[in-house]
């Protein structure tokens, strides 16, 4: 970036594209599935013509098939229509795009505007955060390891609850309970709550360290790959199956001789603490 180094922007700016500019304009799908629209983004990235926009557009196509992605998923075209000035229909291109395009777009875009130099440090902080690799992990702090595993919780839980719907859970209360009392042998989320002194509307899991953390992440992941193979919907079977992973989970534990998450220490900083200290790397 040369206009604009990373260390020259601010962490508030950084989460104010993330939360108040680049999620504002975030689109979900009949099916869950979130989008952003090409035109919406354009003007996000302080582009005014469509056909400069478009070279970008472009540009970021032929890096994601460079990368052995499917452009016609990430970017797939859409005509939108309108209405001229004589009222007449008319259809314009468009393209609804998923997160990995539109980074694609903001890394080819013009790194003089401030609003792409934030975003191609929004995006490289969130990359940053999801490839860490075994030994940088181990080079982390507590509160560093608590902010990797707890973003690793918030993307594993979109994902879950979207196949747990897709297999027939309308009760989303009683499915997540079924986990957490499988792995905090019978505690539920209100339980775990109370034992940590968990303020209203607080997360649990911004009150875990990164080894319950952990624990969370492998009863999520494997409810996924288990749920994935239920062939026919059933809110029962999908909750048993939650229940059962976070039971295994414990079990695992058990024989390893590890530390029953219910009998760990509740961090006194809770996520939202930490971040608003500028912890984030």
């Not at 875990?208 to 193979?229: W, Y």
């Not at 998450?261 to 996520?271: A, G, N, V």
């Amino acid at each position: 970036m040369e206009s604009m180094r990373m260390e020259e922007i601010s962490m508030n700016e950084i989460e104010n594209y993330n939360e108040k500019i680049f999620e504002s304009i975030r689109h979900v799908d009949k099916n869950g599935n979130e989008y952003w629209e090409a035109r919406e983004l354009m003007s996000l990235l302080e582009y005014n013509k469509w056909e400069n926009f478009h070279k970008v557009i472009k540009k970021a196509m032929i890096a994601c098939e460079t990368s052995n992605n499917s452009v016609s998923d990430c970017f797939p075209e859409v005509r939108k229509p309108i209405i001229s000035g004589k009222g007449r229909e008319s259809f314009i291109v468009d393209y609804n795009l998923n997160r990995y395009a539109c980074y694609l777009i903001v890394q080819n875009s013009n790194p003089n505007k401030k609003s792409v130099a934030l975003g191609q440090t929004y995006f490289a902080v969130q990359t940053r955060k999801q490839e860490l690799t075994e030994a940088e992990y181990s080079k982390l702090n507590e509160d560093e390891k608590r902010l990797y595993r707890r973003r690793q919780t918030k993307d594993g839980n979109k994902l879950l609850y979207k196949i747990a719907k897709e297999k027939g859970v309308n009760n989303f209360d009683k499915f997540t309970n079924a986990g957490y009392k499988g792995l905090y042998n019978g505690e539920t989320a209100d339980d775990i709550a109370k034992r940590k002194n968990v303020r209203y509307r607080e997360d649990i899991l911004d009150k875990m360290g990164s080894v319950e953390l952990g624990a969370n992440i492998f009863r999520i992941t494997q409810t996924e790959a288990l749920l994935e193979k239920q062939e026919t919907p059933n809110e029962t079977v999908a909750t048993n199956t939650h229940f059962k992973v976070g039971k295994a989970v414990r079990e695992t534990i058990e024989k390893l001789g590890g530390t029953m998450p219910e009998d760990l220490p509740t961090p006194k900083k809770s996520i939202k603490e930490i971040e608003k200290m500028n912890y984030i790397k």
